[in-house]
């Protein structure tokens, strides 16, 4: 089956990504494909490079880009929530007058139309937040 | 991208307390252009976002609630608003923003955007979507 995930919540705060993670992982072990994970709301705050937990917790961003970079798989981060929030990669910085970047390996800024394909693409697509 | 699919945001929150409401109507106005076959449901404290006469100056935040009438020119024509989560929370249709969109074939006659379902009507609406969009 072809699943497109969608991300609504903050790392840490609320468990909705450690959810999606692992349900991402499962369903790659079991052999569906991930179209896309979308990081919408809060959700955004999945793709800062920036975050450093105490060592003796896991790092939710790092094990997602390690889950891209073996699974190719599209870490989409929405453009206008990311604005309200300061998840900034190159272009965005260079756009907005920003003097950092902090998006994280493996994730990139685009927009909700992102979201809407994958909806249309895929025969399943799996919210995880409140 | 040929294929038409039913589509239902669906939601639930009141509209400032969080920003669900705001960002999910931005994916709603977004997702128009892609063509697909929209609804909107409102529902628990989501019947709140259409009441009429908004205003936030008090708390300092944009009032979105004027985007709503907007959603028939996008043409978003079905927004389904549950009868159960009015009345328990004292509202009425009366106290919702009046909804219309023009209907091309009937020469462009106005028409009532907001259907009132109650709660077993819109499990139907949901089962019988293709993707539910939750806020």
New interface residues.
């Given amino acids: 089956m072809k699943l497109t995930i969608q991300i609504n919540e903050g790392p840490y705060q609320h468990q909705s990504s450690d959810s999606a993670y692992y349900f991402t992982k499962a369903a790659l072990g079991k052999g569906h494909e991930i179209f896309r994970v979308f990081f919408y709301h809060d959700g955004v705050n999945n793709g800062t490079r920036l975050t450093t937990p105490p060592q003796d917790d896991r790092n939710i961003v790092n094990r997602w880009s390690e889950l891209a970079e073996q699974h190719g798989l599209d870490l989409v981060v929405c453009v206008a929530a990311a604005q309200r929030r300061g998840i900034v990669d190159d272009g965005e910085a260079k756009r907005n007058g920003k003097d950092a970047t902090n998006i994280a390996p493996g994730f990139r800024i685009s927009g909700l139309g992102q979201l809407v394909e994958g909806a249309i693409q895929s025969d399943r697509l799996v919210v995880f937040g409140d | 991208?040929s294929?038409i699919?039913k589509?239902l945001y669906v939601n639930r929150?009141a509209p400032y307390g969080t920003?669900?409401a705001w960002?999910s109507l931005?994916?709603v106005l977004?997702?128009a252009?892609?063509e697909?076959d929209v609804s909107l449901a409102f529902l628990d404290d989501g019947v709140y976002q259409l009441t009429k006469d908004q205003d936030t100056n008090g708390i300092g935040m944009k009032n979105f609630s004027p985007t709503y009438s907007a959603l028939g020119d996008y043409e978003v024509t079905k927004i389904f608003v549950e009868k159960e989560s009015l009345e328990e929370r004292g509202l009425s249709l009366d106290d919702l923003q009046h909804l219309t969109w023009e209907d091309e074939d009937e020469d462009w006659a106005e028409k009532d955007s907001i259907r009132l379902v109650s709660r077993a009507e819109m499990a139907e609406i949901m089962a019988d979507q293709d993707?539910?969009?939750?806020?």
């Fill in positions: 991208m294929e699919k589509f929150k920003i669900y960002e931005e994916v977004i997702g252009a892609f697909q993707m539910l969009f939750n806020f």
